[in-house]
């Protein structure tokens, strides 16, 4: 690695104004809990000049509860897992949290650096293709794509790396920027989440110099209910096969809404929206989630390695709104 400078952050607008600063010859890079920051930095990802320590910022490691939820950029995937007034309302995000990664990486890494986090595609993580299009290889008919997208997957196979971002979206969270010229922002994730791209400096809609200082959750909808699953190969620690959130909003026995959204499967976490729309208005069945997880998986576009996850998606989304409908 090369040599960097370190500076200690005290506020949002001192950590922006030194991002600002930074230039291709003398990249500026912000560091949270630090966990994908130090394997870009050793993997020759990042090279930056200067890093800017945002833990250091007083305020951005609470959490309000008072008004839906509000996360400070800085709260740990540990804590959300742990607090129990997050896991009353808003279980599928805590089960994600505490299917994040290992105890160890879940006590370091912060909610804002999890979004934020490049993608793990082994050949954008290899130097031999740095530069190159990543994605673009694992999506042709030779490339190594067994882990890779199996939708939106013509020019760029990558998925996004979040556990979390596949609840979020599912509770129709949004982000909160500082420090941008017009000021502070707000921006749902689902339009903030950006497909993983080589030759772009990040993979979110974050311009240079603004700093993600909260994750905010509309208030619970009376009735609501919900469930996340992630399916891997081994019980222990492994990247996830895909991801599913459901969340319904139910009048008595009927789902009044729904939101069912899958991760690891796409460039960005997928809306179900044909599925979404099955549910409405009825009772959840076997039946009933079979159906809509066969929809779910209709518009699916294998490439020549990753076709095992489909079956293996078709099943994780009925389960999960079979337990959403049973929470």
């Not at 912000?30 to 920051?37: M, S």
């Not at 959204?261 to 039946?287: H, I, Y």
């Not at 009933?288 to 929809?295: D, F, G, K, P, Y």
Request: hydrophobic share 45%; proline share 5%; glycine share 8%.
């Amino acid at each position: 690695m090369n040599s960097f400078e370190w500076t200690d952050a005290t506020t949002v607008e001192q950590a922006a104004g030194l991002l600002a600063e930074s230039t291709e010859q003398r990249p500026v890079v912000a560091k949270a809990g630090g966990i994908d920051l130090l394997d870009l930095m050793k993997e020759g990802i990042l090279a930056p000049a200067r890093l800017v320590n945002l833990k250091t910022i007083r305020g951005l490691d609470e959490i309000e509860t008072e008004n839906g939820l509000v996360l400070g950029a800085l709260v740990t995937l540990d804590r959300i897992d742990k607090d129990p007034r997050i896991r009353s309302r808003y279980v599928a995000l805590s089960d994600a949290a505490a299917h994040a990664a290992t105890p160890q990486v879940r006590n370091a890494a912060t909610i804002g650096g999890n979004l934020l986090q490049r993608p793990r595609c082994w050949y954008f993580r290899h130097d031999h293709f740095h530069g190159e299009g990543a994605g673009e290889m694992a999506s042709d008919g030779v490339g190594e794509n067994q882990y890779h997208a199996i939708f939106d997957n013509g020019g760029n196979a990558m998925v996004h790396a979040s556990t979390p971002a596949t609840a979020l979206v599912a509770y129709d969270a949004s982000v909160e920027l500082a420090g941008g010229a017009d000021g502070p922002r707000a921006v749902k994730l689902a339009d903030f989440l950006l497909p993983p791209e080589m030759r772009r400096a990040r993979d979110a809609g974050i311009e240079a110099g603004e700093v993600l200082t909260r994750v905010t959750i509309p208030p619970a909808n009376a009735g609501a209910k919900a469930a996340y699953h992630k399916q891997t190969e081994r019980d222990s620690y492994d990247w996830p096969i895909c991801d599913v959130a459901v969340v319904l909003t139910m009048d008595g026995q009927m789902v009044q809404s729904a939101s069912i959204v899958m991760g690891w499967v796409a460039p960005t976490p997928r809306r179900a929206t044909e599925s979404e729309r099955l549910l409405v208005g009825k009772q959840v069945t076997n039946d009933l989630a079979r159906q809509a997880a066969r929809a779910a998986v209709a518009d699916a576009t294998p490439l020549s390695k990753n076709g095992y996850k489909v079956p293996v998606l078709e099943t994780v989304v009925r389960r999960t709104i079979l337990a959403a409908g049973a929470a």
